[in-house]
Nanobody, 123 residues
């Protein structure tokens, strides 16, 4: 089972940018589809973005389209989430997740999860 550790979350002003990273253990990172989800206080965990094993295909939630970019570096066992034009409603704990099959937008499709990293966007 792959193990995931997120980093990069912090307090940022509205309109600012952040890049989240998710480092994976093991030598099979390139065999996993990777996803980013987020959970705001009092809300359910929601899909943000996902990327296929090769990195050639991606998917985004409507709230992320045009502002967020998911990418991966299989040589570094790392997936990234570049977030631009941040809004207060982007405030949440951000999680990365891994699954063995193709892109999925629902959390229960992902078998491995990181511990999360807090992103807070101030207005």
């Amino acid at each position: 089972q792959v193990q995931l550790v997120e980093s990069g979350g912090r307090l940022v002003q509205a309109g600012g940018s952040l890049r989240l990273s998710c480092a994976a253990s093991g030598r099979t990172f390139s065999s996993y589809t990777m996803g980013w989800f987020r959970q705001a206080p009092g809300k359910e965990r929601e899909f943000v973005a996902a990327i296929t094993r090769s990195g050639l295909n991606t998917a985004y939630a409507d709230s992320a389209k045009g502002r967020f970019t998911i990418s991966r570096d299989n040589a570094k066992n790392t997936v990234y989430l570049q977030m631009n034009s941040l809004k207060p409603e982007d405030t949440a704990v951000y999680y990365c997740a891994a699954r063995s099959s193709g892109i999925a937008t629902y959390q229960y499709a992902y078998a491995a999860w990181g511990q999360g990293t807090q992103v807070t966007v101030s207005s």
